[in-house]
T-cell receptor, first 113, second 111 residues
């Protein structure tokens, strides 16, 4: 919310194609997250990053990859290995510290053609 | 691994009735957060609970954190149509930046 942007809002993927979802924040937050949400379901953690050049797998990392070359940016690539990529993808960020709230971006809806 | 269960999954209430959703963890939590997601939108932070037995209020919303720090609840008094959405809890354990989200409770308010 606020200083977190995600693009595009809708994304279509062809079978066998890799696609990259953008997430940018200008809140000077250290930690960034990617979640996947399926219709009527909760949020599942894909990857998260606490600092630049470092990231950890979440609960459903298979078929996804990330990079954290800049503090402001945490792009997510959905690879062809992800066989069921249709979902709502949410990026979030938060300041350093153990008890800070997460701020969410508006999300990207990925659809498979 | 850590699991966070949230009940009920769905709740339909008449406008003016009360609503409660419960969040239960298999492990002791460092803190718990609550979020609201409107249909088609993204989660928006409501509140964070940190202390054992903590109770916080926001107008018609009351949040509680259990004494053992393994469960939490959100209670809405006299629901309004603006309360429609899905309410999620998000649990964190000590020493981690990782949050586990509950499955959410979808609230519908009938006018």
């Amino acid at each position: 919310d606020g200083g977190i942007t995600q693009s595009p809002k809708y994304l279509f993927r062809k079978e066998g194609q890799n696609v990259t979802l953008s997430c940018e924040q200008n809140l000077n937050h250290d930690a960034m997250y990617w979640y996947r949400q399926d219709p009527g379901q909760g949020l599942r953690l894909i990857y998260y990053s606490q600092i630049v050049n470092d990231f950890q797998k979440g609960d459903i990392a298979e078929g996804y990859s990330v990079s954290r070359e800049k503090k402001e940016s945490f792009p997510l690539t959905v690879t062809s290995a992800q066989k069921n990529p249709t979902a709502f993808y949410l990026c979030a960020s938060r300041p350093a510290g153990g008890r800070e709230t997460q701020y969410f971006g508006p999300g990207t809806r990925l659809l498979v053609l | 691994g850590q699991q966070v269960m949230q009940i009920p999954q769905y709740q339909h209430v008449q406008e003016g009735e009360d609503f409660t959703t419960y969040c239960n963890s298999s492990t002791t939590l460092s803190n718990i957060q609550w979020y609201k997601q409107r249909p088609g939108g993204h989660p928006v932070f409501l509140i964070q609970l940190v202390k054992s037995g903590e109770v916080k209020k926001q107008k018609r919303l009351t949040f509680q954190f259990g004494e053992a720090k393994k469960n939490s609840s959100l209670h809405i008094t006299a629901t309004q149509t603006t309360d429609v959405g899905t309410y999620f809890c998000a649990a964190a354990t000590s020493g981690t930046y990782k949050y586990i989200f509950g499955t959410g409770t979808r609230l519908k308010v009938l006018a």
